[in-house]
């Protein structure tokens, strides 16, 4: 989708995701080494915030503008620091062996484009460094609770596991649960949900 979209969509007072962490994020931050986090398509910035609020350098990044104007706003309001970078992620540079955790919640980008975001992922993560996504399935498409109508931009667990080669899935699941994150998700939904482990050098 255009960053058009997403700015009409966040220029609303309401934060259209709400102003918690997702709950996959809340549940597997502990796991996070110490160190920088890079968060993807990060929206309002609610798991941004969370993390930064854990003592972590946090870095979101999101194609609209106003959306990571409300990240900002959102950081202000906690009392915590973040760097906020719009950016597209086709050009965003991850870097390597860089980042202790890459967090990335409903981040449904076409599918070359996230085939290789995702390859980016697992170079960029630090040895030792933690991946946290969740997704949307390709059955979320029956409980239109929020994500994608196109069933091309929803993942499933066997692509994501073919994608993040190269690391160790300690939770590689697919589920179905209540997704309550403001007026944005609001039910029933089926999602992915990966946390993966870079290994570390020996």
């Not at 220029?11 to 809340?26: D, I, K, L, S, W």
């Not at 609209?64 to 990240?71: H, N, Y």
């Not at 980042?99 to 993560?125: K, Y």
């Not at 029956?142 to 929803?154: M, V």
Request: aromatic letters at 6%.
């Amino acid at each position: 989708m255009e960053s058009d979209h997403w700015n009409d969509r966040y220029r609303v007072e309401e934060y259209v995701y709400g102003t918690e962490p997702n709950g996959f994020v809340a549940e597997s931050a502990d796991r996070i080494p110490v160190g920088p986090v890079l968060c993807l398509a990060e929206g309002e910035g609610r798991n941004a915030v969370f993390l930064a609020g854990l003592g972590h350098a946090v870095t979101a990044v999101d194609r609209s503008t106003a959306g990571v104007e409300k990240a900002r706003q959102l950081a202000r309001a906690r009392g915590v620091r973040i760097e906020v970078v719009a950016a597209d992620l086709a050009e965003f540079d991850l870097g390597r062996a860089r980042w202790s955790g890459i967090v990335a919640t409903f981040a449904h980008l076409p599918p070359e484009l996230r085939r290789t975001v995702h390859r980016r992922v697992v170079e960029a993560l630090a040895p030792g460094g933690i991946l946290v996504l969740e997704a949307y399935t390709p059955g979320q498409v029956a409980y239109r609770t929020g994500g994608p109508k196109d069933p091309a931009l929803l993942m499933s667990l066997e692509v994501l596991r073919e994608e993040f080669e190269g690391l160790d899935l300690v939770v590689a699941r697919e589920t179905e649960r209540d997704v309550i994150e403001g007026f944005g998700h609001t039910g029933r939904g089926a999602v992915v949900q990966v946390l993966g482990r870079k290994p570390a050098v020996v």
